[in-house]
């Protein structure tokens, strides 16, 4: 057990549809970070925060993308009118000296 | 740009072998490595690190080496075991432990065949 969750673990959306996603760390994770992995790559950074506050956000996240903390605690992942292109998986990590990845969230547009 | 790099997409290893895993990078800012295995349908899990103070860190069956001159890294797994069959990525940061965010290779699938 990672001490992370996250929920949906699939979801399936036609395009120009909005998805959130969410993710529910234990407590001792104070960092949390949102990757994404597409068929035959690497988990790619997306953005991550430290308590409530986002530190940093790629390139990769267009402004269809929003990612939240409220509270420092549980954290959601929005993308606006999805695109085919935004099919990946999903996924959110805690730190507590290593990342500690959730299960993912796979997200498919069609 | 791919500043981690793991140039085998797969490999075949028989039960009890060897299991040689690649990476290379490119940023001579990394100073701290990291290798994760990830199952189908499971998120990526932790394996083993390396600061670049060190050329070699070892748990169990697993070792890694780092070459910081040829800015290469690699994971020897002895005995290779079938449930080892996996993916692994390799993984880099800056800032040593303290590191804010870390970058992936494309991974290397590993076969371990009984």
């Known amino acids: 057990d990672t001490g992370v969750s996250q929920d949906p673990r699939h979801k399936i959306t036609k395009r120009g549809q909005n998805v959130t996603f969410r993710c529910d760390p234990i407590?001792?994770?104070?960092?949390l970070y949102w990757y994404r992995q597409t068929l035959g790559q690497g988990p790619e950074f997306l953005t991550y925060?430290?308590?409530?506050?986002?530190?940093?956000k790629s390139r990769l996240l267009s402004d269809r993308f929003s990612a939240e903390r409220p509270k420092g605690s549980f954290s959601t992942l929005e993308i606006q009118r999805t695109e085919q292109g935004d099919s990946a998986m999903y996924l959110c990590?805690?730190?507590?000296?290593?990342?500690?990845f959730g299960e993912g969230s796979r997200l498919t547009v069609l | 740009d791919q500043q981690v790099k793991q140039n085998s997409p797969s490999l075949s290893v028989q039960e009890g072998r060897i299991s040689i895993l690649n990476c290379d990078y490119t940023?001579?800012?990394?100073?701290?490595f990291l290798w994760y295995k990830k199952y189908p349908a499971e998120g990526p899990t932790f394996l083993i690190s390396i600061s670049s103070i060190k050329d070699k860190n070892e748990d169990g069956r697993f070792t890694v080496f780092l070459n910081k001159s040829a800015k290469h890294l690699s994971l020897h797994i002895v005995p290779s075991q079938p449930g080892d069959s996996a993916v692994y990525f390799c993984?880099?940061?800056?800032?040593?432990?303290?590191?804010?965010?870390?970058?992936f290779g494309p991974g290397t699938s590993l076969s371990v065949i009984p």
């Open positions: 407590s001792e994770h104070n960092r």
């Open positions: 925060f430290q308590n409530e506050a986002q530190l940093e």
């Open positions: 940023n001579s800012m990394f100073d701290y």
């Open positions: 993984a880099a940061s800056v800032g040593g432990t303290s590191y804010d965010k870390v970058i």
């Open positions: 990590a805690g730190h507590t000296g290593e990342l500690f």
